[in-house]
């Protein structure tokens, strides 16, 4: 597994422009497959050079791929990729290849598998760990239809921290289905596959023999005296563990095989042929593979190459615009840092993503209080309630995507019992090229309905810093506050942050017939929508609720008694802000006065990948979409900005 360079491709005709579909693939020889797979590298290297995106995984499997493809009769054999940043090569040899460079673009392909794709992507996955679970359901679907096709999914090791992958591990061995399960082992593997006894060895325990002999095996010992059946299996453990390190797949009730060389042709194809043919299962193959494998700075950088801007192929120098603000992220970090340098109770929890949410910089500063627990959200929560049992004060920094998994501990471990964990949620709003399975769209609508739960929107990144410094000094409840992604919008940052008054917005602009509240990093917007109205002759005042929950119900009040229209803005979807104020004026009865009330939220629909400020005008939730939204209310005509238009 040394250090292979990214190879010219050939001046003749390249094998990888004979392949459209794996069915081509299966035509070549098993000779040729080792000159596609450096050609599909060189592709992948490539097209990410032009789109940005996901690297590092997809090159590492990018023999896996070729095997998988060749070996199994794809797509009627179900092929379920793990997270689903690891498929950009499956992309190029399943049809996709002249459309490669549209991705994660506007309108063009997914950075993840996706159903309505391509039919060689019978699940999407972007969220991790879903891959077992979806196949044990699929292999099931197909035992009771009759059907005889096999389904195979491909899990990353960093999916396998997460303990929804053992759920389904535990119900597949139990069950006996057939399934087989490809551990990309990508970091640290159980045991190295080094030296030809070893790939000797694995070929052997691969092979519809070695697996028959093995289920004899045991089923003669269940025949025993349960004294001599509790021996057989420890002497055939200890064997088998001897040479494998698989024991604890096997006491799942898998059927273990490897490790080997996934970057061996010469091992992955007899060995998956074995799979394929066996009538054993489930079966897990545990692959060893190196991430950026083939590109030289991908191999050199692992973590700085998992995700990249667009780069230059040669340096291997990424091609990003010099920040003109620090980003949300980095705020966050670098003011938790701040507050715990005062503070020795507080810690710092993450699920597997220390750099994605500033954790990182914590780490550095208070290594013993920080926590990354890997991908396992729910564990994260309720750890930070235990920390929070014990008068610590526990900061949960999670993607608003991500917490959605964690969503039965939020309630039944934290809010239930009053716990003051602080939920710092990253990624909030649209997120552009991610596209929707990572958009934060759901948190305030998923946390509103707590009871006694304070919830935080910043308009800037110096908001951002006064509201770390008022989480810390809630210690009666769970509280939260969201920030996007990407850079701030250039505030003044204070030397040091300032605890808000609970429950309390502040008003910017003062007008009299139209007034805007927003929630969030859309304040911006909201100015800019008064700049407008005000050349149509309407005063508009502006405000930033900066709570949700408490509501400012005295500002509210105010505002809708003194203006005609009333316009609620956030980056959520229905069932956030604007609902809780529309509930709250329904309460008050200000509604019956005649006030005209719009909510301005993300429409009802999930929103495909784009440039985020697209999106949010696609949405309507720009200066424009204000705009209209109050013509709408005034029962006005309006006719949308030319910079609106084309976006």
Same mark, same amino acid.
């Given at each position: 597994?040394?250090?292979?360079?990214?190879?010219?491709?050939?001046?003749?005709?390249?094998?990888?422009?004979?392949?459209?579909?794996?069915?081509?693939?299966?035509?070549?020889?098993?000779?040729?497959?080792?000159?596609?797979?450096?050609?599909? #590298?060189?592709?992948?290297?490539?097209?990410?050079?032009?789109?940005?995106?996901?690297?590092?995984?997809?090159?590492?499997?990018?023999?896996?791929?070729?095997?998988?493809?060749?070996?199994?009769?794809?797509?009627?054999?179900?092929?379920?990729?793990?997270?689903?940043?690891?498929?950009?090569?499956?992309?190029?040899?399943?049809?996709?290849?002249?459309?490669?460079?549209?991705?994660? $673009?506007?309108?063009?392909?997914?950075?993840?598998?996706?159903?309505?794709?391509?039919?060689?992507?019978?699940?999407?996955?972007?969220?991790?760990?879903?891959?077992?679970?979806?196949?044990?359901?699929?292999?099931?679907?197909?035992?009771?239809?009759?059907?005889?096709?096999?389904?195979?999914?491909?899990?990353?090791?960093?999916?396998?921290?997460?303990?929804?992958?053992?759920?389904?591990?535990?119900?597949?061995?139990?069950?006996?289905?057939?399934?087989?399960?490809?551990?990309?082992?990508?970091?640290?593997?159980?045991?190295? =596959?080094?030296?030809?006894?070893?790939?000797?060895?694995?070929?052997?325990?691969?092979?519809?023999?070695?697996?028959?002999?093995?289920?004899?095996?045991? $089923?003669?010992?269940?025949?025993? =005296?349960?004294?001599?059946?509790?021996?057989?299996?420890?002497?055939?453990?200890?064997?088998?563990?001897?040479?494998?390190?698989?024991?604890?797949?096997?006491?799942?009730?898998?059927?273990?095989?490897?490790?080997?060389?996934?970057?061996?042709?010469?091992?992955?194809?007899?060995?998956?042929?074995?799979?394929?043919?066996?009538?054993?299962?489930?079966?897990?193959?545990?692959?060893?593979?190196?991430?950026?494998?083939?590109?030289?700075?991908?191999?050199?950088?692992?973590?700085?190459?998992?995700?990249?801007?667009?780069?230059?192929?040669?340096?291997?120098?990424?091609?990003?615009?010099?920040?003109?603000?620090?980003?949300?992220?980095?705020?966050?970090?670098?003011?938790?840092?701040?507050?715990?340098?005062?503070?020795?109770?507080?810690?710092?929890?993450?699920?597997?993503?220390?750099?994605?949410?500033?954790?990182?910089?914590?780490?550095?500063?208070?290594?013993?209080?920080?926590?990354?627990?890997?991908?396992?959200?729910?564990?994260?929560?309720?750890?930070?309630?235990?920390?929070?049992?014990?008068?610590?004060?526990?900061?949960?920094?999670?993607?608003?995507?991500? @917490?959605?998994?964690?969503?039965?501990?939020?309630?039944?471990?934290?809010?239930?019992?009053?716990?003051?964990?602080?939920?710092?949620?990253?990624?909030?709003?649209?997120?552009?090229?991610?596209?929707?399975?990572?958009?934060?769209?759901?948190? @305030?609508?998923?946390?509103?309905?707590?009871?006694?739960?304070?919830?935080?929107?910043?308009?800037?990144?110096?908001?951002?810093?006064?509201?770390?410094?008022?989480?810390?000094?809630?210690?009666?409840? =769970?509280?939260?506050?969201?920030?996007?992604?990407?850079?701030?919008?250039?505030?003044?940052?204070?030397?040091?942050?300032? =605890?808000? $008054?609970?429950?309390?917005?502040?008003?910017?602009?003062?007008?009299?017939?139209?007034?805007?509240?927003?929630?969030?990093?859309?304040?911006?917007?909201?100015?800019?929508?008064?700049? $407008?109205?005000?050349?149509?002759?309407?005063?508009?005042?502006?405000?930033?609720?900066?709570?949700?929950?408490?509501?400012?119900?005295?500002?509210?009040?105010?505002?809708?008694?003194?203006?005609?229209?009333?316009?609620?803005?956030?980056?959520?979807?229905?069932?956030?802000?604007?609902?809780?104020?529309?509930?709250?004026?329904?309460?008050?009865? @200000?509604?019956?006065?005649?006030?005209?009330?719009?909510? @301005?939220?993300?429409?009802?629909?999930?929103?495909?990948?784009?440039?985020?400020?697209?999106?949010?005008?696609?949405?309507?939730?720009?200066?424009?979409?204000?705009?209209?939204?109050?013509?709408?209310?005034?029962? #006005?005509?309006?006719?949308?900005?030319?910079?609106?238009?084309?976006?």
């Amino acid at each position: 597994m040394g250090t292979q360079t990214i190879r010219p491709l050939p001046h003749e005709k390249p094998l990888l422009d004979k392949v459209v579909t794996p069915e081509d693939l299966r035509k070549l020889p098993a000779t040729d497959l080792r000159q596609l797979a450096d050609e599909l #590298r060189a592709e992948t290297v490539d097209a990410v050079s032009h789109t940005g995106g996901h690297l590092g995984a997809g090159l590492g499997v990018v023999e896996l791929t070729v095997a998988l493809h060749w070996v199994f009769d794809t797509p009627r054999d179900r092929l379920i990729w793990d997270v689903g940043h690891q498929a950009y090569p499956h992309k190029i040899l399943t049809g996709r290849r002249d459309r490669i460079r549209t991705l994660r $673009q506007g309108g063009g392909l997914s950075g993840f598998t996706k159903r309505a794709e391509s039919q060689y992507d019978p699940f999407g996955a972007a969220h991790s760990s879903t891959s077992i679970s979806a196949g044990l359901g699929m292999a099931v679907a197909r035992d009771l239809k009759g059907g005889t096709n096999n389904v195979i999914a491909v899990i990353g090791d960093g999916a396998m921290s997460a303990g929804m992958a053992y759920e389904a591990m535990n119900n597949a061995g139990a069950r006996d289905e057939r399934l087989i399960v490809i551990l990309n082992d990508n970091d640290m593997s159980i045991a190295p =596959p080094t030296g030809a006894l070893s790939k000797a060895l694995t070929r052997m325990t691969s092979s519809g023999a070695y697996l028959h002999l093995r289920d004899i095996a045991k $089923q003669l010992a269940k025949k025993l =005296p349960k004294k001599w059946e509790r021996r057989a299996a420890r002497a055939e453990e200890m064997s088998r563990t001897y040479w494998s390190g698989g024991i604890w797949f096997e006491e799942l009730g898998f059927y273990y095989v490897g490790p080997i060389d996934g970057h061996d042709l010469d091992q992955l194809l007899p060995v998956l042929k074995n799979v394929r043919d066996s009538d054993q299962a489930p079966i897990l193959v545990h692959v060893v593979t190196k991430k950026g494998k083939g590109y030289a700075p991908a191999e050199a950088s692992d973590d700085k190459y998992h995700g990249v801007a667009k780069f230059n192929v040669v340096t291997g120098a990424q091609v990003k615009p010099k920040p003109s603000a620090p980003s949300y992220t980095r705020v966050f970090g670098d003011s938790l840092v701040d507050e715990a340098q005062r503070d020795d109770r507080i810690v710092a929890v993450t699920a597997a993503m220390p750099e994605g949410t500033g954790v990182d910089r914590f780490a550095k500063a208070f290594p013993n209080r920080a926590f990354d627990v890997g991908i396992a959200e729910q564990h994260a929560v309720t750890f930070a309630a235990g920390l929070a049992a014990e008068g610590m004060k526990p900061f949960a920094a999670i993607y608003s995507t991500f @917490l959605q998994r964690g969503y039965d501990q939020i309630v039944h471990d934290v809010a239930i019992q009053h716990l003051p964990v602080r939920f710092a949620i990253d990624r909030a709003g649209l997120v552009g090229a991610d596209g929707p399975t990572h958009a934060g769209s759901f948190d @305030l609508a998923y946390l509103g309905c707590l009871p006694d739960f304070v919830i935080m929107a910043p308009a800037d990144e110096a908001e951002l810093k006064h509201m770390v410094a008022t989480a810390v000094q809630i210690d009666d409840r =769970p509280s939260a506050f969201r920030y996007p992604r990407g850079e701030g919008t250039g505030a003044a940052m204070p030397e040091r942050g300032v =605890p808000l $008054q609970i429950g309390k917005g502040r008003v910017l602009r003062e007008g009299s017939s139209v007034a805007i509240v927003s929630l969030g990093t859309r304040l911006g917007e909201a100015l800019a929508a008064a700049d $407008q109205l005000a050349g149509f002759g309407l005063s508009a005042t502006v405000a930033d609720a900066r709570f949700m929950k408490p509501l400012d119900g005295d500002l509210i009040e105010r505002l809708a008694r003194e203006h005609e229209v009333l316009i609620t803005i956030e980056e959520g979807s229905i069932g956030g802000f604007g609902s809780h104020v529309l509930h709250f004026l329904a309460d008050r009865g @200000l509604l019956e006065r005649g006030l005209k009330f719009r909510s @301005l939220v993300l429409p009802d629909t999930f929103i495909d990948h784009d440039k985020p400020e697209l999106m949010y005008a696609r949405a309507g939730l720009n200066a424009d979409g204000i705009v209209g939204a109050v013509f709408s209310a005034l029962g #006005r005509e309006h006719k949308p900005s030319i910079h609106a238009v084309r976006a």
